[in-house]
DNA sequence: ACCCCATGCAAACAG
DNA sequence: TGTTTGCATGGGGTT
Protein backbone atom coordinates (compact mmCIF):
# COMPACT_ATOMS: atom_id res chain seq x y z
CA UNK A 1 0.00 0.00 0.00
CA UNK A 2 3.25 2.24 0.25
CA UNK A 3 3.93 1.71 -3.27
CA UNK A 4 2.31 4.09 -5.67
CA UNK A 5 2.85 3.46 -9.05
CA UNK A 6 1.42 5.26 -11.82
CA UNK A 7 0.76 3.47 -14.59
CA UNK A 8 2.04 6.15 -16.78
CA UNK A 9 4.81 8.13 -16.65
CA UNK A 10 3.68 11.32 -14.72
CA UNK A 11 4.05 13.89 -17.13
CA UNK A 12 2.24 11.26 -20.03
CA UNK A 13 -1.21 11.64 -19.01
CA UNK A 14 -4.04 11.67 -21.78
CA UNK A 15 -6.41 14.34 -21.26
CA UNK A 16 -9.01 12.23 -22.44
CA UNK A 17 -8.74 9.47 -19.93
CA UNK A 18 -10.97 8.25 -17.74
CA UNK A 19 -10.80 9.02 -14.10
CA UNK A 20 -8.57 6.37 -12.27
CA UNK A 21 -9.20 4.94 -8.57
CA UNK A 22 -7.11 5.34 -6.55
CA UNK A 23 -6.63 2.19 -6.44
CA UNK A 24 -5.27 2.12 -9.52
CA UNK A 25 -1.86 4.42 -8.74
CA UNK A 26 -1.31 1.55 -6.20
CA UNK A 27 0.99 -1.20 -6.59
CA UNK A 28 -0.97 -1.48 -9.76
CA UNK A 29 -3.24 -3.43 -7.38
CA UNK A 30 -6.28 -2.43 -7.96
CA UNK A 31 -7.50 -2.46 -4.18
CA UNK A 32 -10.08 0.27 -4.39
CA UNK A 33 -12.63 -0.41 -7.28
CA UNK A 34 -14.47 2.47 -8.33
CA UNK A 35 -17.55 3.29 -6.07
CA UNK A 36 -20.77 1.75 -6.93
CA UNK A 37 -22.33 4.58 -7.59
CA UNK A 38 -24.41 5.25 -4.11
CA UNK A 39 -21.48 6.03 -1.68
CA UNK A 40 -19.55 8.99 -1.84
CA UNK A 41 -18.07 9.39 -5.48
CA UNK A 42 -14.67 10.84 -4.87
CA UNK A 43 -15.24 11.99 -8.56
CA UNK A 44 -12.02 14.35 -9.19
CA UNK A 45 -11.89 15.00 -12.61
CA UNK A 46 -9.33 16.64 -14.29
CA UNK A 47 -9.04 20.03 -13.30
CA UNK A 48 -10.90 20.05 -10.37
CA UNK A 49 -8.70 18.40 -7.84
CA UNK A 50 -6.08 20.31 -9.39
CA UNK A 51 -5.77 24.07 -9.60
CA UNK A 52 -3.31 26.16 -11.00
CA UNK A 53 -4.11 29.32 -11.03
CA UNK A 54 -4.33 31.28 -8.21
CA UNK A 55 -5.74 34.36 -7.13
CA UNK A 56 -4.11 37.54 -8.22
CA UNK A 57 -1.32 38.65 -5.89
CA UNK A 58 -2.75 41.94 -4.76
CA UNK A 59 0.43 43.78 -4.26
CA UNK A 60 0.64 46.71 -6.07
CA UNK A 61 -1.26 45.25 -9.60
CA UNK A 62 -2.36 48.54 -11.15
CA UNK A 63 0.66 50.99 -10.72
CA UNK A 64 -0.33 54.39 -11.53
CA UNK A 65 -1.38 53.88 -15.60
CA UNK A 66 -4.33 52.27 -14.15
CA UNK A 67 -6.50 55.33 -13.82
CA UNK A 68 -5.25 55.63 -17.40
CA UNK A 69 -6.24 52.52 -18.35
CA UNK A 70 -9.09 51.45 -16.46
CA UNK A 71 -12.39 52.53 -18.48
CA UNK A 72 -13.68 53.78 -15.48
CA UNK A 73 -12.41 57.57 -14.35
CA UNK A 74 -13.63 59.00 -11.65
CA UNK A 75 -16.34 57.01 -10.22
CA UNK A 76 -15.17 53.68 -10.68
CA UNK A 77 -14.84 52.60 -7.21
CA UNK A 78 -13.42 49.60 -5.78
CA UNK A 79 -16.73 49.39 -4.15
CA UNK A 80 -18.95 50.14 -6.72
CA UNK A 81 -22.34 51.01 -6.18
CA UNK A 82 -24.05 50.21 -9.14
CA UNK A 83 -22.13 48.74 -11.19
CA UNK A 84 -23.35 46.67 -14.17
CA UNK A 85 -21.24 43.93 -13.56
CA UNK A 86 -20.78 43.69 -9.82
CA UNK A 87 -24.97 43.41 -9.76
CA UNK A 88 -25.41 41.29 -12.14
CA UNK A 89 -22.71 39.11 -11.73
CA UNK A 90 -22.66 39.15 -7.98
CA UNK A 91 -24.18 36.68 -5.84
CA UNK A 92 -27.54 37.53 -4.68
CA UNK A 93 -26.25 37.49 -1.12
CA UNK A 94 -23.44 40.05 -2.51
CA UNK A 95 -27.05 42.06 -3.52
CA UNK A 96 -28.29 42.01 -0.49
CA UNK A 97 -25.14 43.18 1.49
CA UNK A 98 -24.85 45.73 -1.02
CA UNK A 99 -27.83 47.06 -0.81
CA UNK A 100 -27.72 47.09 2.85
CA UNK A 101 -24.86 48.95 2.72
CA UNK A 102 -25.93 51.25 0.52
CA UNK A 103 -29.21 52.14 2.89
CA UNK A 104 -26.70 52.77 5.77
CA UNK A 105 -23.93 54.41 4.88
CA UNK A 106 -24.29 57.79 3.96
CA UNK A 107 -21.50 58.55 1.64
CA UNK A 108 -21.21 56.23 -1.00
CA UNK A 109 -19.15 53.96 0.80
CA UNK A 110 -19.30 50.48 -0.55
CA UNK A 111 -17.69 47.15 0.09
CA UNK A 112 -15.15 46.07 -1.67
CA UNK A 113 -16.30 43.90 -4.11
CA UNK A 114 -14.57 43.54 -7.68
CA UNK A 115 -16.01 44.66 -11.04
CA UNK A 116 -15.41 43.86 -14.36
CA UNK A 117 -13.90 47.26 -14.82
CA UNK A 118 -10.79 46.31 -12.23
CA UNK A 119 -10.81 43.15 -13.96
CA UNK A 120 -9.67 44.85 -16.88
CA UNK A 121 -7.84 47.06 -15.36
CA UNK A 122 -5.60 44.39 -13.84
CA UNK A 123 -5.47 43.03 -17.66
CA UNK A 124 -5.04 45.77 -19.55
CA UNK A 125 -1.90 47.00 -17.04
CA UNK A 126 -0.06 43.65 -18.24
CA UNK A 127 -0.77 42.53 -14.48
CA UNK A 128 -2.27 39.58 -15.36
CA UNK A 129 1.30 38.09 -15.44
CA UNK A 130 0.67 37.55 -12.18
CA UNK A 131 -2.65 37.40 -11.91
CA UNK A 132 -2.99 34.83 -14.81
CA UNK A 133 -6.94 35.39 -15.11
CA UNK A 134 -9.65 36.96 -13.51
CA UNK A 135 -11.14 34.53 -11.48
CA UNK A 136 -10.04 35.74 -8.66
CA UNK A 137 -12.04 39.32 -9.17
CA UNK A 138 -14.51 38.24 -11.32
CA UNK A 139 -17.84 37.85 -9.45
CA UNK A 140 -18.13 34.71 -12.23
CA UNK A 141 -15.42 33.29 -11.66
CA UNK A 142 -14.70 29.92 -10.54
CA UNK A 143 -11.91 29.95 -8.62
CA UNK A 144 -11.17 26.31 -8.55
CA UNK A 145 -12.98 25.56 -12.48
CA UNK A 146 -13.42 22.21 -13.50
CA UNK A 147 -15.82 20.64 -16.06
CA UNK A 148 -17.84 19.06 -13.86
CA UNK A 149 -19.63 20.16 -10.51
CA UNK A 150 -17.67 18.31 -8.26
CA UNK A 151 -20.55 19.17 -5.61
CA UNK A 152 -22.99 16.35 -7.03
CA UNK A 153 -20.07 13.70 -6.70
CA UNK A 154 -19.45 15.54 -3.03
CA UNK A 155 -23.26 15.15 -2.06
CA UNK A 156 -23.02 12.24 0.20
CA UNK A 157 -19.63 13.73 1.74
CA UNK A 158 -19.74 16.92 1.56
CA UNK A 159 -19.77 17.30 5.73
CA UNK A 160 -16.96 19.91 6.26
CA UNK A 161 -15.31 17.65 8.18
CA UNK A 162 -12.05 18.19 10.80
CA UNK A 163 -9.74 16.11 12.38
CA UNK A 164 -10.26 16.14 16.45
CA UNK A 165 -7.26 17.76 18.40
CA UNK A 166 -4.14 17.86 17.01
CA UNK A 167 -3.42 15.84 19.28
CA UNK A 168 -5.25 13.18 18.16
CA UNK A 169 -3.57 13.60 14.74
CA UNK A 170 -1.04 10.72 15.24
CA UNK A 171 -3.42 8.23 16.52
CA UNK A 172 -5.53 9.20 13.78
CA UNK A 173 -2.60 8.40 11.24
CA UNK A 174 -2.28 5.84 13.23
CA UNK A 175 -5.23 4.62 12.82
CA UNK A 176 -4.95 5.19 9.03
CA UNK A 177 -2.35 2.52 8.79
CA UNK A 178 -4.31 0.53 11.47
CA UNK A 179 -7.84 0.65 9.60
CA UNK A 180 -5.79 -0.91 6.67
CA UNK A 181 -7.70 -2.29 4.19
CA UNK A 182 -11.26 -1.34 6.27
CA UNK A 183 -10.69 1.86 5.85
CA UNK A 184 -9.79 1.99 2.00
CA UNK A 185 -13.12 -0.50 1.50
CA UNK A 186 -15.54 1.95 2.88
CA UNK A 187 -14.00 5.65 1.23
CA UNK A 188 -11.39 5.03 -0.42
CA UNK A 189 -12.76 2.92 -2.68
CA UNK A 190 -15.25 5.35 -4.04
CA UNK A 191 -12.50 7.52 -4.58
CA UNK A 192 -11.71 8.39 -8.42
CA UNK A 193 -9.02 10.15 -9.40
CA UNK A 194 -8.32 10.92 -12.87
CA UNK A 195 -5.06 9.37 -14.35
CA UNK A 196 -4.07 12.71 -15.29
CA UNK A 197 -4.37 14.41 -12.25
CA UNK A 198 -2.81 11.70 -10.11
CA UNK A 199 0.44 12.01 -12.89
CA UNK A 200 0.41 15.60 -12.66
CA UNK A 201 0.31 15.41 -8.58
CA UNK A 202 2.95 12.72 -8.74
CA UNK A 203 4.70 15.23 -11.27
CA UNK A 204 4.44 18.02 -8.38
CA UNK A 205 5.56 15.51 -5.95
CA UNK A 206 8.90 15.28 -8.07
CA UNK A 207 7.38 12.31 -9.70
CA UNK A 208 9.60 9.59 -8.14
CA UNK A 209 8.15 6.59 -6.60
CA UNK A 210 8.47 8.87 -3.05
CA UNK A 211 6.70 10.92 -4.40
CA UNK A 212 3.68 9.20 -5.23
CA UNK A 213 4.16 7.41 -1.53
CA UNK A 214 3.37 11.28 -0.72
CA UNK A 215 0.53 11.84 -2.84
CA UNK A 216 -0.79 8.81 -1.81
CA UNK A 217 -0.31 9.68 1.61
CA UNK A 218 -2.51 12.72 2.02
CA UNK A 219 -5.28 11.32 0.09
CA UNK A 220 -5.50 8.74 2.33
CA UNK A 221 -4.70 10.95 5.25
CA UNK A 222 -7.03 13.08 4.43
CA UNK A 223 -10.23 10.19 3.55
CA UNK A 224 -8.97 8.72 6.83
CA UNK A 225 -10.09 12.24 8.26
CA UNK A 226 -12.95 12.21 6.41
CA UNK A 227 -13.99 8.38 8.25
CA UNK A 228 -13.09 9.94 11.28
CA UNK A 229 -15.26 12.87 11.00
CA UNK A 230 -17.95 10.78 9.37
CA UNK A 231 -17.99 9.23 12.60
CA UNK A 232 -18.27 11.86 14.80
CA UNK A 233 -20.79 13.62 12.48
CA UNK A 234 -22.76 10.71 12.59
CA UNK A 235 -23.68 11.24 16.39
CA UNK A 236 -23.49 14.40 15.96
CA UNK A 237 -22.99 16.38 13.00
CA UNK A 238 -24.07 20.44 14.50
CA UNK A 239 -21.36 20.25 16.85
CA UNK A 240 -18.81 19.83 13.94
CA UNK A 241 -20.70 22.42 12.22
CA UNK A 242 -20.99 24.80 15.15
CA UNK A 243 -17.49 24.26 16.45
CA UNK A 244 -15.88 27.07 14.31
CA UNK A 245 -17.25 30.17 14.91
CA UNK A 246 -15.77 32.96 13.32
CA UNK A 247 -13.94 35.47 15.82
CA UNK A 248 -17.13 37.53 15.84
CA UNK A 249 -19.81 35.87 14.38
CA UNK A 250 -22.15 38.20 13.56
CA UNK A 251 -25.55 36.95 10.97
CA UNK A 252 -25.73 40.59 10.05
CA UNK A 253 -23.64 41.17 6.58
CA UNK A 254 -23.28 44.41 7.54
CA UNK A 255 -20.55 44.06 10.13
CA UNK A 256 -18.34 43.05 8.01
CA UNK A 257 -18.75 46.04 5.81
CA UNK A 258 -18.41 48.93 8.35
CA UNK A 259 -16.95 51.31 6.16
CA UNK A 260 -18.11 54.55 6.68
CA UNK A 261 -16.96 54.31 10.50
CA UNK A 262 -14.60 52.63 11.74
CA UNK A 263 -15.53 49.03 12.99
CA UNK A 264 -16.13 48.90 16.57
CA UNK A 265 -15.66 45.59 16.63
CA UNK A 266 -12.26 45.32 14.72
CA UNK A 267 -12.24 41.87 15.55
CA UNK A 268 -14.69 41.18 13.00
CA UNK A 269 -12.35 40.29 11.05
CA UNK A 270 -8.96 42.39 11.48
CA UNK A 271 -8.89 41.12 14.96
CA UNK A 272 -9.84 38.09 15.03
CA UNK A 273 -10.32 36.23 18.95
CA UNK A 274 -10.33 32.57 18.49
CA UNK A 275 -13.26 31.72 20.50
CA UNK A 276 -11.17 28.88 21.65
CA UNK A 277 -8.57 26.13 20.22
CA UNK A 278 -10.11 25.58 17.07
CA UNK A 279 -9.77 28.86 14.95
CA UNK A 280 -10.99 29.06 11.35
CA UNK A 281 -9.61 31.22 9.20
CA UNK A 282 -11.59 32.45 6.10
CA UNK A 283 -9.61 31.25 2.83
CA UNK A 284 -10.05 33.21 -0.29
CA UNK A 285 -11.86 29.99 -1.34
CA UNK A 286 -14.79 29.77 0.96
CA UNK A 287 -15.17 33.59 1.64
CA UNK A 288 -14.15 35.86 -1.43
CA UNK A 289 -17.23 34.72 -3.42
CA UNK A 290 -15.65 33.06 -6.55
CA UNK A 291 -16.11 29.70 -5.57
CA UNK A 292 -19.68 28.26 -6.25
CA UNK A 293 -20.06 24.47 -6.07
CA UNK A 294 -18.00 23.80 -9.02
CA UNK A 295 -15.48 24.68 -6.52
CA UNK A 296 -13.03 22.02 -6.26
CA UNK A 297 -12.94 19.54 -3.42
CA UNK A 298 -9.54 20.00 -2.30
CA UNK A 299 -7.69 18.38 0.13
CA UNK A 300 -7.74 21.26 3.36
CA UNK A 301 -5.86 21.10 5.71
CA UNK A 302 -4.82 23.80 8.97
CA UNK A 303 -3.42 23.13 11.99
CA UNK A 304 -4.86 25.93 14.12
CA UNK A 305 -3.40 26.45 17.56
CA UNK A 306 -2.19 22.88 17.53
CA UNK A 307 -5.82 21.67 16.44
CA UNK A 308 -6.26 20.48 12.93
CA UNK A 309 -8.89 20.59 10.87
CA UNK A 310 -9.48 19.24 7.29
CA UNK A 311 -12.06 20.23 5.26
CA UNK A 312 -13.41 20.24 2.21
CA UNK A 313 -14.87 24.03 1.89
CA UNK A 314 -17.06 24.16 -0.54
CA UNK A 315 -18.30 21.19 -0.40
CA UNK A 316 -19.89 22.55 3.22
CA UNK A 317 -21.35 25.48 1.60
CA UNK A 318 -23.18 23.38 -1.28
CA UNK A 319 -24.30 21.40 1.80
CA UNK A 320 -25.17 23.20 4.13
CA UNK A 321 -26.31 25.98 1.76
CA UNK A 322 -28.42 24.94 -0.87
CA UNK A 323 -29.30 28.25 -2.11
CA UNK A 324 -26.29 29.00 -3.34
CA UNK A 325 -26.58 28.57 -6.64
CA UNK A 326 -24.26 26.48 -8.97
CA UNK A 327 -21.55 28.27 -10.73
CA UNK A 328 -22.65 31.35 -9.01
CA UNK A 329 -20.40 33.41 -7.11
CA UNK A 330 -21.34 33.74 -3.09
CA UNK A 331 -19.79 36.41 -0.93
CA UNK A 332 -20.10 35.57 2.56
CA UNK A 333 -23.41 36.23 3.31
CA UNK A 334 -24.29 33.07 1.71
CA UNK A 335 -21.30 31.01 2.99
CA UNK A 336 -21.79 29.08 5.93
CA UNK A 337 -19.31 30.25 8.78
CA UNK A 338 -17.84 26.69 8.34
CA UNK A 339 -17.81 27.63 4.81
CA UNK A 340 -16.05 31.17 4.87
CA UNK A 341 -13.37 29.94 7.48
CA UNK A 342 -12.24 26.89 5.55
CA UNK A 343 -8.39 25.96 5.56
CA UNK A 344 -7.17 24.62 2.91
CA UNK A 345 -3.19 24.55 2.79
CA UNK A 346 -3.83 20.26 1.92
CA UNK A 347 -4.98 21.18 -1.88
CA UNK A 348 -4.25 19.47 -5.19
CA UNK A 349 -5.55 21.77 -7.71
CA UNK A 350 -5.61 21.71 -11.78
CA UNK A 351 -6.37 23.95 -14.66
CA UNK A 352 -5.74 23.28 -18.02
CA UNK A 353 -3.14 21.37 -17.55
CA UNK A 354 -1.03 23.40 -15.62
CA UNK A 355 -0.90 21.68 -12.12
CA UNK A 356 0.00 22.26 -8.78
CA UNK A 357 0.41 20.91 -5.81
CA UNK A 358 -0.39 22.45 -2.62
CA UNK A 359 0.07 19.82 0.02
CA UNK A 360 -0.54 19.71 3.78
CA UNK A 361 1.63 19.50 6.15
CA UNK A 362 1.86 15.95 6.91
CA UNK A 363 4.56 14.92 4.38
CA UNK A 364 6.45 13.54 6.89
CA UNK A 365 6.23 12.96 10.53
CA UNK A 366 9.34 14.44 10.53
CA UNK A 367 8.88 17.62 9.15
CA UNK A 368 4.98 17.82 11.12
CA UNK A 369 6.80 17.36 14.49
CA UNK A 370 9.22 20.18 13.94
CA UNK A 371 6.24 22.06 12.90
CA UNK A 372 4.11 21.17 15.98
CA UNK A 373 6.64 21.83 17.93
CA UNK A 374 7.19 25.30 16.52
CA UNK A 375 3.64 26.02 16.90
CA UNK A 376 3.66 24.98 21.16
CA UNK A 377 6.69 27.07 20.90
CA UNK A 378 4.83 30.25 19.29
CA UNK A 379 1.75 29.23 21.46
CA UNK A 380 3.58 29.20 24.86
CA UNK A 381 4.98 32.97 24.14
CA UNK A 382 1.76 34.51 22.47
CA UNK A 383 -1.29 33.72 23.79
CA UNK A 384 -2.80 36.80 24.02
CA UNK A 385 -4.02 38.07 20.58
CA UNK A 386 -3.33 41.90 22.00
CA UNK A 387 0.49 40.76 21.42
CA UNK A 388 -0.06 39.80 17.94
CA UNK A 389 -0.23 43.78 16.99
CA UNK A 390 3.09 43.91 17.71
CA UNK A 391 4.72 41.37 15.28
CA UNK A 392 4.43 43.70 12.16
CA UNK A 393 7.89 42.07 11.86
CA UNK A 394 6.69 38.85 11.62
CA UNK A 395 6.38 36.93 8.40
CA UNK A 396 3.36 34.73 8.84
CA UNK A 397 1.42 37.25 10.21
CA UNK A 398 2.12 39.49 7.65
CA UNK A 399 0.72 36.97 4.92
CA UNK A 400 -2.24 36.67 6.78
CA UNK A 401 -2.60 39.97 7.08
CA UNK A 402 -3.19 40.08 3.92
CA UNK A 403 -4.99 37.73 3.50
CA UNK A 404 -7.62 38.86 5.85
CA UNK A 405 -7.67 35.88 7.88
CA UNK A 406 -5.97 38.29 10.93
CA UNK A 407 -4.91 34.92 11.83
CA UNK A 408 -3.09 35.97 14.89
CA UNK A 409 1.14 36.56 14.41
CA UNK A 410 1.91 34.03 16.41
CA UNK A 411 -0.57 31.00 15.49
CA UNK A 412 1.04 28.36 13.55
CA UNK A 413 -1.80 27.29 12.01
CA UNK A 414 -0.87 29.32 9.27
CA UNK A 415 1.54 26.99 8.46
CA UNK A 416 1.12 24.48 5.64
CA UNK A 417 3.81 22.00 3.88
CA UNK A 418 5.26 22.85 0.36
CA UNK A 419 6.33 20.72 -1.93
CA UNK A 420 10.42 21.21 -1.49
CA UNK A 421 9.57 22.19 -5.44
CA UNK A 422 7.22 24.95 -3.96
CA UNK A 423 7.96 26.22 -0.95
CA UNK A 424 4.92 27.56 0.99
CA UNK A 425 4.73 31.28 -0.01
CA UNK A 426 3.26 31.61 3.42
CA UNK A 427 6.08 30.65 5.46
CA UNK A 428 8.91 31.39 3.06
CA UNK A 429 7.98 34.04 0.61
CA UNK A 430 7.77 37.66 1.20
CA UNK A 431 5.47 39.64 -0.46
CA UNK A 432 6.61 41.25 -3.45
CA UNK A 433 6.37 45.10 -2.24
CA UNK A 434 6.80 46.75 -5.15
CA UNK A 435 3.79 47.14 -7.93
CA UNK A 436 5.01 45.17 -10.98
CA UNK A 437 4.83 47.35 -13.69
CA UNK A 438 4.40 46.32 -17.02
CA UNK A 439 8.35 46.10 -17.91
CA UNK A 440 9.19 44.64 -15.06
CA UNK A 441 9.61 40.34 -15.20
CA UNK A 442 7.88 38.40 -13.12
CA UNK A 443 11.07 37.34 -11.95
CA UNK A 444 11.68 40.36 -10.38
CA UNK A 445 8.90 40.08 -8.33
CA UNK A 446 9.25 37.17 -6.92
CA UNK A 447 11.27 35.75 -4.41
CA UNK A 448 14.79 34.13 -4.89
CA UNK A 449 14.93 31.57 -2.34
CA UNK A 450 12.46 28.19 -2.97
CA UNK A 451 11.14 26.75 -5.47
CA UNK A 452 10.05 28.23 -8.83
CA UNK A 453 8.88 31.90 -8.62
CA UNK A 454 5.80 31.04 -10.59
CA UNK A 455 4.76 28.95 -8.23
CA UNK A 456 5.31 31.10 -4.82
CA UNK A 457 3.46 33.46 -6.83
CA UNK A 458 0.57 31.28 -7.16
CA UNK A 459 0.73 30.18 -3.74
CA UNK A 460 0.24 34.20 -3.08
CA UNK A 461 -2.32 34.04 -5.11
CA UNK A 462 -4.20 31.93 -3.28
CA UNK A 463 -3.56 33.39 0.10
CA UNK A 464 -4.28 36.73 -0.49
CA UNK A 465 -7.28 39.17 -0.72
CA UNK A 466 -6.26 42.07 -0.85
CA UNK A 467 -7.00 44.89 -3.90
CA UNK A 468 -4.42 46.90 -5.08
CA UNK A 469 -5.92 50.18 -4.84
CA UNK A 470 -3.09 52.77 -4.86
CA UNK A 471 0.72 53.34 -3.42
CA UNK A 472 2.15 56.51 -2.22
CA UNK A 473 5.20 57.27 -1.47
CA UNK A 474 5.68 59.59 1.36
CA UNK A 475 6.64 62.84 1.12
CA UNK A 476 8.41 65.10 3.58
CA UNK A 477 4.71 66.97 4.04
CA UNK A 478 3.05 63.55 4.56
CA UNK A 479 5.16 62.17 6.96
CA UNK A 480 5.68 65.71 9.04
CA UNK A 481 3.16 66.53 11.64
CA UNK A 482 0.40 67.39 9.37
CA UNK A 483 -0.96 64.19 9.84
CA UNK A 484 -2.44 64.01 6.40
CA UNK A 485 -0.93 62.48 3.58
CA UNK A 486 -2.04 63.59 -0.09
CA UNK A 487 -2.93 60.87 -2.48
CA UNK A 488 -2.43 60.29 -6.00
CA UNK A 489 -5.71 61.91 -7.48
CA UNK A 490 -6.42 59.51 -9.79
CA UNK A 491 -6.20 56.81 -8.03
CA UNK A 492 -7.72 58.36 -5.57
CA UNK A 493 -10.69 59.04 -7.58
CA UNK A 494 -10.66 55.51 -9.53
CA UNK A 495 -10.09 53.20 -6.75
CA UNK A 496 -11.29 55.15 -3.65
CA UNK A 497 -15.09 55.54 -2.89
CA UNK A 498 -16.78 58.56 -4.23
CA UNK A 499 -16.96 61.81 -2.00
CA UNK A 500 -19.19 63.86 -2.33
CA UNK A 501 -18.91 65.99 0.90
CA UNK A 502 -15.87 68.26 1.42
CA UNK A 503 -15.80 66.59 4.95
CA UNK A 504 -14.58 63.44 3.67
CA UNK A 505 -15.53 60.14 4.64
CA UNK A 506 -14.19 58.21 7.95
CA UNK A 507 -12.24 55.25 6.61
CA UNK A 508 -11.09 52.37 8.94
CA UNK A 509 -7.57 51.41 7.56
CA UNK A 510 -6.15 48.65 8.73
CA UNK A 511 -2.34 48.08 8.81
CA UNK A 512 -1.49 45.11 7.63
CA UNK A 513 1.51 44.87 9.25
CA UNK A 514 0.05 45.35 12.68
CA UNK A 515 -3.18 44.27 12.31
CA UNK A 516 -3.83 47.72 13.52
CA UNK A 517 -6.90 49.85 12.42
CA UNK A 518 -6.71 53.34 11.94
CA UNK A 519 -9.26 55.45 11.51
CA UNK A 520 -8.56 57.62 8.70
CA UNK A 521 -10.39 60.36 6.92
CA UNK A 522 -10.20 60.39 3.44
CA UNK A 523 -10.97 64.07 1.64
CA UNK A 524 -10.69 66.19 -0.73
CA UNK A 525 -9.59 69.62 -0.89
CA UNK A 526 -10.76 72.16 -3.67
CA UNK A 527 -7.27 72.97 -5.14
CA UNK A 528 -6.50 75.08 -8.10
CA UNK A 529 -9.40 74.61 -10.19
CA UNK A 530 -8.95 71.09 -9.17
CA UNK A 531 -8.93 68.30 -6.38
CA UNK A 532 -6.83 67.23 -3.83
CA UNK A 533 -7.53 64.29 -1.91
CA UNK A 534 -6.10 63.51 1.62
CA UNK A 535 -5.60 60.95 4.03
CA UNK A 536 -6.28 62.63 7.37
CA UNK A 537 -5.46 61.47 10.85
CA UNK A 538 -2.44 59.58 9.90
CA UNK A 539 -0.14 60.94 12.43
CA UNK A 540 -0.45 58.73 14.33
CA UNK A 541 0.15 56.26 12.13
CA UNK A 542 2.76 57.82 10.62
CA UNK A 543 5.00 57.64 13.85
CA UNK A 544 3.35 54.17 14.48
CA UNK A 545 5.48 52.88 11.68
CA UNK A 546 7.98 55.61 11.83
CA UNK A 547 7.28 56.64 8.45
CA UNK A 548 9.57 59.10 6.76
CA UNK A 549 10.15 60.82 3.53
CA UNK A 550 10.80 58.60 0.64
CA UNK A 551 8.68 55.07 2.67
CA UNK A 552 5.52 53.83 1.25
CA UNK A 553 1.89 53.26 1.73
CA UNK A 554 -0.07 50.87 -0.07
CA UNK A 555 -3.91 51.32 0.52
CA UNK A 556 -5.67 47.70 -0.27
CA UNK A 557 -9.12 47.04 -0.67
CA UNK A 558 -9.54 43.65 1.61
CA UNK A 559 -12.23 41.59 -0.56
CA UNK A 560 -13.12 39.66 1.96
CA UNK A 561 -13.98 41.81 5.21
CA UNK A 562 -14.75 44.90 3.65
CA UNK A 563 -12.32 47.07 4.70
CA UNK A 564 -9.31 49.03 3.80
CA UNK A 565 -5.66 47.72 4.45
CA UNK A 566 -2.72 49.43 4.12
CA UNK A 567 0.73 48.22 4.06
CA UNK A 568 4.08 50.22 4.84
CA UNK A 569 7.12 50.08 3.10
CA UNK A 570 9.70 51.56 4.74
CA UNK A 571 12.45 51.97 2.63
CA UNK A 572 15.23 51.67 4.97
CA UNK A 573 17.63 54.53 6.29
CA UNK A 574 17.19 57.79 4.47
CA UNK A 575 20.72 57.88 3.40
CA UNK A 576 21.65 57.42 0.33
CA UNK A 577 19.19 59.64 -2.43
CA UNK A 578 16.67 59.57 -0.42
CA UNK A 579 14.88 61.59 -2.88
CA UNK A 580 14.35 59.58 -5.71
CA UNK A 581 10.97 61.00 -6.91
CA UNK A 582 12.05 64.28 -7.34
CA UNK A 583 9.13 65.20 -9.05
CA UNK A 584 9.80 62.90 -12.03
CA UNK A 585 5.99 62.59 -12.91
CA UNK A 586 3.34 64.46 -13.05
CA UNK A 587 1.41 61.81 -11.10
CA UNK A 588 2.64 61.01 -7.79
CA UNK A 589 1.59 57.90 -7.59
CA UNK A 590 3.59 57.10 -10.71
CA UNK A 591 6.16 59.03 -9.65
CA UNK A 592 6.21 57.31 -6.74
CA UNK A 593 5.73 53.70 -8.46
CA UNK A 594 8.18 54.61 -10.98
CA UNK A 595 10.61 55.54 -8.35
CA UNK A 596 9.78 53.11 -5.86
CA UNK A 597 9.58 50.31 -8.01
CA UNK A 598 13.39 50.72 -8.76
CA UNK A 599 13.79 51.63 -4.93
CA UNK A 600 12.55 48.85 -3.93
CA UNK A 601 14.01 46.15 -6.92
CA UNK A 602 17.03 47.61 -4.59
CA UNK A 603 15.66 46.52 -1.39
CA UNK A 604 14.35 43.11 -2.36
CA UNK A 605 18.01 41.88 -3.35
C1' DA B 1 -1.77 75.50 -21.50
C1' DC B 2 -3.01 72.36 -18.40
C1' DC B 3 -2.69 69.54 -14.51
C1' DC B 4 -0.78 67.41 -10.40
C1' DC B 5 0.82 67.81 -6.03
C1' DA B 6 4.35 69.22 -2.48
C1' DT B 7 4.28 72.49 0.59
C1' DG B 8 3.74 77.24 2.30
C1' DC B 9 0.88 79.90 4.97
C1' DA B 10 -2.73 82.18 7.32
C1' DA B 11 -7.06 81.69 9.70
C1' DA B 12 -9.29 79.08 13.05
C1' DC B 13 -9.11 76.54 16.98
C1' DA B 14 -7.61 74.67 21.43
C1' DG B 15 -5.35 74.68 25.71
C1' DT C 1 1.12 80.03 21.94
C1' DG C 2 0.94 75.83 19.69
C1' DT C 3 -1.79 73.06 16.70
C1' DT C 4 -5.05 72.19 13.20
C1' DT C 5 -7.43 73.24 9.13
C1' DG C 6 -8.13 74.81 4.69
C1' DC C 7 -6.61 77.04 0.85
C1' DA C 8 -3.06 78.98 -2.27
C1' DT C 9 1.14 78.89 -4.64
C1' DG C 10 4.26 77.40 -7.84
C1' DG C 11 7.53 73.86 -9.65
C1' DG C 12 7.51 70.66 -12.87
C1' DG C 13 5.58 67.07 -15.76
C1' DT C 14 2.13 66.17 -19.39
C1' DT C 15 -0.77 67.08 -23.25
Redesign the pocket.
Known amino acids: MEDIQSQQQPTEFDPTEEEQVIGAIMDDREIFLDGNGDEHHFDVNDGSIFYADFPPLPDFPCM?SSS?TCSAPSLAKPFPTSSSASSSNSAASWAVLKSDVEEDVSKKIQPPATSMEDEDCFNDLGYMNMMDGNEFWDPNCTLFQSDQNPVQDYNNMSESFQLPQDDNEERNKAQIEDDGLSFFQEDMRSIKLKRSAIASASKRLGGTKEGKKQLLRLILEWVSQYQLQKKRMSTDASDSLCQYQHPNPNPNPKSHFQYNTVDPDPSACFYPTPPGPFYLMPTGAGFVGCNGPSFTPTLSQTVINGNMEYQSSTMAASQYNPLIPENDCYFTTNATPHDLYSPYPYQLFDENGERLVRLGSSATKEARKKRMARQRHHYRHHTHQTEHQSQSSDQSLRMVGENCTMFPADNPGNWVYWPSAAPSPLMMVPPPEVPPTIEETPEMQQPQKHGSADERLQGWKMEKNLKFLLQ??L????V?????????????ESHLPELVS??GISIAMEDIGTSRVWNMKY?F??????????L??T?DFVRANGLQ?GDFIVIYADTKCGKYGVKVRQTGPKAEGKKP????????????NSSSVAAMKQLMK
Do not use: F, H
Request: aromatic share 4%; net charge positive.
Open positions: SSKMKQSDGNLGRIVLPKREARDRWPNNKSTMYLENGEAKKNARNSSSAA
